[in-house]
C-alpha cells in the first residue's frame, strides 16, 4: 500500500486486478462501500485528468506569480501576498 499526503491510500486488491483508493474521511455510499475500485485502464485515465489539472493549475500560479511580481504589482497588494510564488509549495 502507498499512501498520498500521509492520508489518501492506493493498492491493489487480493488478486491484483483492480486499483484501490481508500480516504479515512470518505463516508459510505448506499452499499457501504468506503473505497473507489478501479480496473487498471480507468486508474490510468484518472491518473492522466490528475496529471493534466496539476499541470494547469502550476501554469496558472505561476502565470499569476510572474503577474504579481511585474511592475504593475503595486495595484495588487493583498492578491499578491496571498498568492504564494511559483516554486514555493507544500507537498506531503
Known amino acids: 500500500m502507498d499512501k498520498v499526503g500521509g492520508i489518501l491510500e492506493v493498492r491493489l486488491t487480493d488478486g491484483n486486478r483492480r486499483i484501490v483508493i481508500r480516504h479515512p474521511d470518505l463516508k459510505p455510499d448506499a452499499k457501504g462501500a468506503t473505497r473507489i475500485v478501479l480496473s ?31 511592475s504593475g504589482a503595486e495595484f495588487f497588494p493583498r492578491v499578491r501576498d496571498a498568492v504564494p510564488a511559483a516554486g514555493h509549495r507544500s507537498i506531503r
Request: charged share 30%; hydrophobic share 40%; aromatic share 4%.
Open 40 to 70: 487498471p485502464r480507468h486508474a490510468r485515465h484518472l491518473a492522466n485528468l490528475l496529471v493534466e489539472h496539476a499541470e494547469y493549475c502550476e501554469a496558472e500560479a505561476e502565470r499569476i506569480s510572474r503577474m504579481l511580481t511585474s
